[in-house]
T-cell receptor, first 108, second 114 residues
Framework: AQRVTQPEKLLSVFKGAPVELKCNYSYSGSPELFWYVQYSRQRLQLLLRHISRESIKGFTADLNKGETSFHLKKPFAQEEDSAMYYCALSGFTNKLIFGTGTLLAVQP | DTAVSQTPKYLVTQMGNDKSIKCEQNLGHDTMYWYKQDSKKFLKIMFSYNNKELIINETVPNRFSPKSPDKAHLNLHINSLELGDSAVYFC?????????????FGSGTRLTVV
């Protein structure tokens, strides 16, 4: 079964601290993994996709097939990073399955 | 120049009413989706259409009926609204078979049933 797990509902850090948002997945084939971000009362926006190996707004995520993880990292958190972050998986059906989300709160 | 637009943005209605939410995309995508975000911020897919054909129909009450007049539009009609239908409904679109592009989401419709 396809599943995405985000174990933390809330992650609170101070400005300038490193951030790691955890994501683990369950999928029998080769999944496409994504991170989406939702700022307060706004639409979901694509942040990262594993296939492009890019860094957006200082965030990076590496797909670890051995650990079935796709953790999102940023070395120095900014207050404007405060948002809801969703890890998502797309398989052969093209259906995007979301994790339950992690609310990142960056304190000044 | 919005890529995926939904109307209305807010919808407040009484129990038992019938309402519709409209979605349009101008990205040339061939697949559109409806997602429901509940009060705990959990996102769950409801329906997906590819070139006007229903391809995903999750376990959703049959009071919910999607309609796709063409591949740029996917509307959601809800009959006999219930309190539990209160949520934010997001429309999205993508290219089927090109999942690495990800989805583009609309800004959401906040439905409140009173």
């Amino acid at each position: 079964a396809q599943r995405v797990t985000q174990p933390e509902k809330l992650l609170s850090v101070f400005k300038g601290a490193p951030v790691e948002l955890k994501c683990n997945y369950s999928y029998s084939g080769s999944p496409e993994l994504f991170w989406y971000v939702q700022y307060s009362r706004q639409r979901l926006q694509l942040l990262l996709r594993h296939i492009s190996r890019e860094s957006i707004k200082g965030f990076t995520a590496d797909l670890n097939k051995g650990e079935t993880s796709f953790h999102l990292k940023k070395p120095f958190a900014q207050e404007e990073d405060s948002a809801m972050y969703y890890c998502a998986l797309s398989g052969f059906t093209n259906k995007l399955i979301f994790g339950t989300g992690t609310l990142l709160a960056v304190q000044p | 120049d919005t890529a995926v637009s939904q109307t209305p943005k807010y919808l407040v209605t009484q129990m038992g009413n019938d309402k519709s939410i409209k979605c349009e995309q101008n990205l040339g995508h061939d697949t559109m989706y409806w997602y429901k975000q509940d009060s705990k911020k959990f996102l769950k897919i409801m329906f997906s259409y590819n070139n006007k054909e229903l391809i995903i129909n999750e376990t959703v009450p049959n009071r919910f009926s999607p309609k796709s007049p063409d591949k740029a539009h996917l509307n959601l009609h809800i009959n006999s609204l219930e309190l539990g239908d209160s949520a934010v409904y997001f429309c999205a679109s993508s290219h089927r078979g090109k999942g690495d592009y990800g989805y583009t989401f609309g800004s959401g419709t906040r439905l409140t049933v009173v």
